[in-house]
């Protein structure tokens, strides 16, 4: 899944506006981040694979320590009791719930490539085989998580930018082609992608800056 990871960050900011919600951004994204690192430094691998379907364009190689259900509950673990000892349970409940939500959507989308244990026993219920539902899906995520959080009384421009940019850049990454260059080059690729979640995360801390739009939980 891509954006729709998004969507959670959007809703956990509504069930605990305390915790930033760049935070929240880099907690559900925080699994493909580390996938990219470890792309880049060559310890783990995709690849680029020509398909009619723009969501099946990127094959699943070796990513035992981003992607497996295990080193994901242990990657959120390591998340709560960061947090929980720097700031308090809530909050390191709330960023593991986070970290864990990205491979349970993901499962929810890929095909069976996800595996539980390393890099064994792979999964997945394969909603990405549909890429017009899948399009509508995360599109909806975004959209209802972001009138979760802001309600009618509760927009600004930022918010309308942050959540504007997400959705544009979702459908130009799906249906502008990409140059030959980039496409043959997976690290380069990675970084891209790096660059376009810390730009995310950028925007989401600039959308709380000078404005409290969260007066209640729930």
């Known amino acids: 899944m891509f954006i729709g990871h998004y969507g959670v960050g959007l809703v956990l900011k509504k069930k605990a506006p305390d915790v930033p919600l760049w935070l929240l951004f880099a907690s559900v994204q925080f699994v493909d981040i580390l996938a990219f690192v470890l792309v880049i430094l060559g310890i783990e691998g995709i690849q680029y694979q020509p398909h009619a379907n723009p969501f099946l364009r990127t094959n699943i190689e070796y990513l035992p320590y981003s992607h497996s259900l295990f080193t994901n509950i242990l990657w959120a673990a390591g998340v709560f009791f960061i947090f929980w000892k720097w700031k308090n349970r809530s909050w390191g409940f709330i960023l593991a719930l986070g970290v864990i939500s990205h491979w349970l959507l993901d499962l929810m989308v890929h095909t069976p490539d996800l ?83 810390l730009v995310f995360i950028t925007l989401a801390f600039w ?11 729930g």
């Open 207 to 217: 959308s709380e800056r000078g404005k409290k739009y969260l007066t209640e939980k």
């Open 115 to 197: 595996p539980l244990f390393f890099n064994q026993y792979k999964v997945g219920l394969g909603l990405w085989v549909f890429p017009r539902a899948s399009f509508i899906i995360e599109v909806f995520m975004v959209l209802g998580g972001a009138f979760y959080l802001y309600r009618a009384s509760h927009w600004s421009l930022r918010a309308f930018l942050l959540i504007g940019l997400i959705l544009f850049s979702y459908y130009q990454m799906l249906f502008t082609p990409e140059p030959a260059f980039i496409r043959t080059n997976m690290p380069l690729r990675a970084l891209i992608v790096l660059v376009s979640y």
